[in-house]
């Protein structure tokens, strides 16, 4: 296992389309996250799965952004009607959660909608 | 709600010499972890040290040390003996119950050859 794989690492889409992210975590973590990243600026929360349980989901998040875990493995977020202020890394995280171990991160996927 | 502050956008430091970026944050929680995470450009975050709210004791990872003030909810980061692979964002973050990690706006630290 080397660690959290995100796909794709580059993304450019036209405004109002449907992009789909995915994420394949650590194989033994239960915990998976999603977080967005603008340039200069700290991740932030989007959401987080249990397993496949989806526990919390910023306010922050539009219904134009969904997440899925299915069978607790791999994930995907997908974006709905693109919009441009939705360019941003997307980060994938996971955890295990004994022991509030740290989040071991991907590489992200960088969204550009033009 | 659980904030996180890191109030230098930017810093540099000389080869070899030591340098501190701060971290505060807010929570009314008694049982937390902290972080410091590390982002080189165009690569993936990595961990450089966590503190167990509960521990006296500050953290050490070789050159990365903490000093960690609970009374003050400060958390602050040292890097003895900065090398050139040292040069990226430092994020400063927080979690409590298992839950999200909640994530500072980052310091740019530059080192100096």
């Known amino acids: 296992d080397t660690g959290v794989s995100q796909d794709p690492r580059h993304k450019i889409t036209k405004r109002g389309q449907n992009v789909t992210f995915r994420c394949d975590p650590i194989?033994?973590?239960?915990?998976l996250y999603w977080y967005r990243q603008t340039l200069g600026q700290g991740p932030e929360f989007l959401t987080y799965f249990q397993n496949e349980a989806q526990l919390e989901k910023s306010r922050l998040l539009s219904d134009r952004f969904s997440a899925e875990r299915p069978k607790g493995s791999f994930s995907t977020l997908e974006i709905q009607r693109t919009e441009q202020g939705d360019s941003a890394m997307y980060l994938c995280?996971?955890?295990?959660?004994?022991?509030?171990?740290?989040?071991?991160f991907g590489q992200g996927t960088r969204l550009t909608v033009v | 709600a659980q904030t996180v502050t890191q109030s230098q956008p930017e810093m540099s430091v000389q080869e070899a010499e030591t340098v501190t970026l701060s971290c505060t944050y807010d929570?009314?929680?008694?049982?937390?972890?902290l972080f410091w995470y590390k982002q080189p450009p165009s690569r993936q975050m990595i961990l450089v040290i966590r503190q167990e709210a509960y521990k006296q004791q500050n953290a050490t990872e070789n050159r990365f040390s903490v000093n960690f003030q609970k009374a003050a909810k400060s958390f602050s980061l040292k890097i003895s003996d900065s090398q050139l692979g040292d040069t990226a964002m430092y994020f400063c973050a927080f979690m409590s119950n298992g839950n999200q990690f909640y994530f500072g706006t980052g310091t740019s630290l530059t080192v100096i050859p």
């Open positions: 194989s033994e973590h239960n915990r």
């Open positions: 929570t009314s929680e008694s049982n937390y972890y």
């Open positions: 995280a996971s955890s295990l959660v004994l022991g509030y171990t740290e989040a071991f």
